[in-house]
T-cell receptor
Framework: DQQVKQNSPSLSVQEGRISILNCDYT??????FLWYKKYPAEGPTFLIS?????DKNEDGRFTVFLNKSAKHLSLHIVPSQPGDSAVYFC????????????FGQGTRLTINP | ETGVTQSPTHLIKTRGQQVTLRCSSQ?????VSWYQQALGQGPQFIFQ???????GRGNFPPRFSGLQFPNYSSELNVNALELDDSALYLC????????????FGPGTRLLVL
């Protein structure tokens, strides 16, 4: 049972344009959501997070939106840069008990010059 | 501030052998979580350690075990290795057991032949 889903395995965007990565979840007990970026041969790097009491969080070029009623979150990158090319994972957890992060399958983002 | 480190970076074992992977947490972090990432998948939670005790476990058999030491570093031990154990093993540290961002190390790539 895949509780966190990233339905797009890959996404290609032109440099300077907006990249939008999507993630859906099924467990209504999740209340903390994170996005990680991963380069080959490296561990995931934390990008941005959002708790369920918010619907938007911004950090520089990165903005995460949370729609709790739709159980959907998205990551917007504006403007997209070549260094943003990587695999992006969304992850979810609850605040009760051990913080087990449940990850999606990842979306490979390619920024074209 | 030192980030999360893991050793070794790569490892080749044969089926039936045992393996120990090591992780040093980021300074100031007292919680360590371990994840297994198979090729093309998102990381999957193995277990979490806090104050030298297991604090939550994912859907992994007992041959996956761990330790946490007083300095918060940690080991992951896998007995009776199977071919399907071939994966990237990731360690993440955080300042609390829940509601806190986890920061990942570079991982150990294990190949079981």
């Amino acid at each position: 049972d895949q509780q966190v889903k990233q339905n797009s395995p890959s996404l290609s965007v032109q440099e300077g344009r907006i990249s939008i990565l999507n993630c859906d979840y099924t467990n209504s007990m999740f209340d903390y959501f994170l996005w990680y970026k991963k380069y080959p041969a490296e561990g995931p790097t934390f990008l941005i997070s959002i708790s369920s009491i918010k619907d938007k969080n911004e950090d520089g070029r990165f903005t995460v939106f949370l729609n709790k009623s739709a159980k959907h979150l998205s990551l917007h990158i504006v403007p997209s840069q070549p260094g943003d090319s990587a695999v992006y994972f969304c992850a979810a957890s609850g605040i009760q008990g051990a913080q087990k992060l449940v990850f999606g399958q990842g979306t490979r983002l390619t920024i074209n010059p | 501030e030192t980030g999360v480190t893991q050793s070794p970076t790569h490892l080749i074992k044969t089926r039936g052998q045992q393996v120990t992977l090591r992780c040093s947490s980021q300074s100031g972090h007292n919680t360590v979580s371990w994840y297994q990432q198979a090729l093309g998948q998102g990381p999957q939670f193995i277990f979490q350690y806090y104050r030298e005790e297991e604090n939550g476990r994912g859907n992994f058999p007992p041959r996956f075990s761990g330790l946490q030491f007083p300095n918060y570093s940690s080991e992951l031990n896998v007995n009776a290795l199977e071919l399907d154990d071939s994966a990237l093993y990731l360690c993440a540290s955080s300042a609390r057991t829940s509601g806190e961002t986890q920061y990942f190390g570079p991982g150990t790539r294990l190949l079981v032949l």
